[in-house]
T-cell receptor, first 108, second 115 residues
Framework: AQRVTQPEKLLSVFKGAPVELKCNYSYSGSPELFWYVQYSRQRLQLLLRHISRESIKGFTADLNKGETSFHLKKPFAQEEDSAMYYCALLTGFQKLVFGTGTRLLVSP | NAGVTQTPKFQVLKTGQSMTLQCAQDMNHNSMYWYRQDPGMGLRLIYYSASEGTTDKGEVPNGYNVSRLNKREFSLRLESAAPSQTSVYFC??????????????FGPGTRLLVL
């Protein structure tokens, strides 16, 4: 079965603290994974894709096939990082399967 | 270059009413998608269209119909709205190519409230 699990509904941290948003997946093929971000009442925007191995806005994510994880990390959270974050898996039919999302709240 | 546009932005319906949500893209991509976003459930695929004139069901198609009459537009129709269809609806297109591979680009969303 194709599934993406984000175990935390809400993650609350203080500004400057490290952040890790968890994502685990279940997929029989070679996974292609993404992180999307949604700021308040805006459209979803692509944040990261594992295939690019890039760092955007200080965020990084590493695919760990052994643990079937793709956790999103940032060493020092900023208030403007407060948003909804979705992990997504691209399936063989060019469809995205999304996790339920984690709301990140960064307090001053 | 507007990318992906959706109309209306917000709509209130009474149970049993019908309406069509419109999505248009100016990025000349073949694949288009309709998702609904609900608290605690993430985004779920309703229908998708791999190309003009073709459509396929996604995870939650019941109560919806779609139409892809041309490459640019992909509409979602609720024939008889129900309160369970209260949601935020997002249209997306599949973008592909380049160093980063493929992904999806989303429209701004339509908020629908069914009373």
């Amino acid at each position: 079965a194709q599934r993406v699990t984000q175990p935390e509904k809400l993650l609350s941290v203080f500004k400057g603290a490290p952040v890790e948003l968890k994502c685990n997946y279940s997929y029989s093929g070679s996974p292609e994974l993404f992180w999307y971000v949604q700021y308040s009442r805006q459209r979803l925007q692509l944040l990261l894709r594992h295939i690019s191995r890039e760092s955007i806005k200080g965020f990084t994510a590493d695919l760990n096939k052994g643990e079937t994880s793709f956790h999103l990390k940032k060493p020092f959270a900023q208030e403007e990082d407060s948003a909804m974050y979705y992990c997504a898996l691209l399936t063989g039919f060019q469809k995205l399967v999304f996790g339920t999302g984690t709301r990140l709240l960064v307090s001053p | 270059n507007a990318g992906v546009t959706q109309t209306p932005k917000f709509q209130v319906l009474k149970t049993g009413q019908s309406m069509t949500l419109q999505c248009a893209q100016d990025m000349n991509h073949n694949s288009m998608y309709w998702y609904r976003q609900d608290p605690g459930m993430g985004l779920r695929l309703i229908y998708y269209s791999a190309s003009e004139g073709t459509t396929d069901k996604g995870e939650v198609p019941n109560g919806y119909n779609v139409s892809r009459l041309n490459k640019r537009e992909f509409s979602l129709r609720l024939e008889s709205a129900a309160p369970s269809q209260t949601s935020v609806y997002f249209c997306a297109i599949r973008t592909s190519g380049g160093r980063g591979g493929e992904t999806q680009y989303f429209g701004p969303g339509t908020r629908l409230l069914v009373l």
